[in-house]
């Protein structure tokens, strides 16, 4: 199993953090991981994206240019990264402030409302993690208790008392997230 | 006892430092490689193992402390990124020419100049060929991965302790921001002074009344004796080229095609080996650990099997100079790069082979 994600959205939407629960998660399920960020003049304000790569097996490169999975949450990384989603890949993107939607046959696009409903029940922060619960839905590619144990790791000591709260927030993404065109 | 972390190269760098016992590390902060001052701030070792982090103020001031620190016997370190290592030269050859260990890391971003802080690799002529001014060599590890950048660490100390020469980590920002998994190894303790004392005659320890002095120098007016140090100098770097040549190779058994990447682009050809043999194309990968001294040999005995290499590079073309003397005209040698900071995707290293090599007259 080797799969190839791209996170991209705005600075300051948990998209590095994100992709570094899902890599931490990974490593505490004995996978090989990689987690490469954009550390370029984008990530001082403006579009954040990180690739995160878990696999059986030694990975290659950890820069991508094609993914199985790209988690998308604003419409500039929809227009850039739509077309860098592989045949029959995954497509996972939160509506709020989309205008122009995804138009792709060939794989499978969902969306999850994260935005909307983290803003309901008043946990913005946790925005992040309502997101990677709808990814790991249709690609349960690390266990829950590895989730947990990747929380641990990946959280300082002092927040440690939040992972209830994330792991809910994760809950609520499986829940929310709905197909918009499948294969 | 090992144990597992999800890790940045830099991060990786400054832990390792901190686990090894290094005594003391100057440097002065720059994109992309802040993260390895930034953890060995946050981490403090000064009370747990006595190593000393200063940030200085400036990469001149930095590659002076290390010198100095060096001069001691003890295990220094710096690191920076491609400006930054220019500052440094002319402290480099000083130490080279006085003949001291230390260890710099050099996280390369793309250039002339200023340039940009994304990854690069053109910093190849300056590592190898000497950066500074006269007769010397550094010895140049590339580390492709997380892991080996903690690892090279300690390797990089210990091959500049064995030829009392300055080694250097030639990394680029892949390498530095990319987070994987490494292992970390148990906290080993500094060197003793009297340990020191014992091992490195050279060092300046104290003087003790039954020795003569011991003067670090690399100025020496008359030119028979400095004729004298640079043989002495080359001897040490002929022992190297015989004993300390690193390589590793991928898929070369039956391979027609060889890349030739180091660092994050051997990660790239990597992943260029699985989509070019799934189109047929029986292609290996050599990649230098030692850019010096450089796997000539091997280069040499794989030109007599294989139809032709490409040399892959984020730079407009460097070490292909060194697959092109170590092949000697026998076999079809080509360079692809990017440069500026934009990092070749695995489908360019495969057209790029397709074109310049397989199709290439």
Sequence with gaps: MTEEIIIAGFGGQGV????????????????????????????RGGTSNVTVIISDTRISSPVLSSFDTAIILNQQSLDKFEKAVKPGGMLLYDPNGITHHPTRKDINIYQIAATDKAAEIGIAKLFNMIVLGGFLKYKPIVADEFIHKGLEKSLPARHHKLIPDNEKAIKIGMEIVKPYHVI | MKELRLMKGNEAVAEAAIRFGVDGYFGYPITPQSEILEHLMAEN???????????????????NMVYGGAACGKRVMTTSSSPGISLMQEGLSYIAGAELPCLVVNVVRGGPGLGTIQPSQADYFQSTKGGGHGDYRLIVLAPSSVQEMYDFVGLGFDLAFKYRNPAMLLADGVIGQVMEKVEVDDYKPRWTDEYIKKSFPWATTGKNPNQPHVIVTSLELDSARQEQVNLRIQAKYRECEKNDVRFEMLHCDDAEYIFVAYGSSARICQKAIEMGREKGIKVGLLRPITLWPFPTQILRELSYKVKGMLAVEMSAGQMVEDVILATENRIKVEHFGRFGGIIPSPQEVVTALETKIIGGK
Aim: charged share 15%; aromatic share 8%; hydrophobic share 40%.
């Design chain 1, 16 to 43: 590095l953090s994100m992709g570094k629960i899902l890599a931490y998660s990974g490593v505490m399920q004995n996978k090989e991981v990689s987690w490469m960020p954009s550390y370029g003049p984008e990530m």
């Design chain 2, 45 to 63: 070792p000064y009370p747990k193992t006595g190593m000393v982090v200063l940030q200085a103020e400036s990469e001149v001031a930095s590659i």
